[in-house]
């Protein structure tokens, strides 16, 4: 897998559980989970998911979201998890905007 340049979870702030947490879902995603369906796609657990879908597809961006008392939700867009974020201004303090792309999606590029 590519690096992401967004830097490690470390950087951002998370430790080894986090990561811990992340691989268990990339699991989840390659053997399909009670919630999760056949094709690779996981569920969004973002509170307001802003894409068309739940679905997060396979080679998507994707965060682990989580909630003020730091429990794991699950998986979420990173649109969805960023504006969150932003909007309590917690976990993704420091990091730019979520991008607003005019005409059509644009897919991030460097999650891929
Ligand atoms: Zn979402």
Redesign the pocket.
């Known amino acids: 897998m590519p690096k992401r340049s967004r830097g490690t979870t470390t950087e951002r702030g998370y430790g080894a559980d986090h990561q811990r947490e992340r691989d268990r879902w990339v699991r989840i995603q390659r053997e399909g989970g009670e919630h999760e369906r056949a094709e690779g796609a996981l569920r969004?657990r973002?509170v307001q998911?802003?894409?068309p879908t739940?679905w997060?597809w396979p080679g998507e961006a994707w965060d682990l979201g989580h909630d003020e008392r730091r429990q794991w939700r699950g998986p979420?867009?990173e649109?969805?998890?960023r504006s969150e974020g932003g909007i309590r201004g917690n976990a993704v303090r420091g990091q730019p905007r979520p991008v607003v792309y005019r005409g059509h999606l644009s897919v991030d590029a460097r999650g891929l």
Do not use: S
């Open positions: 969004c973002a998911c802003l894409m739940r997060i979420e867009h649109k969805c998890n």
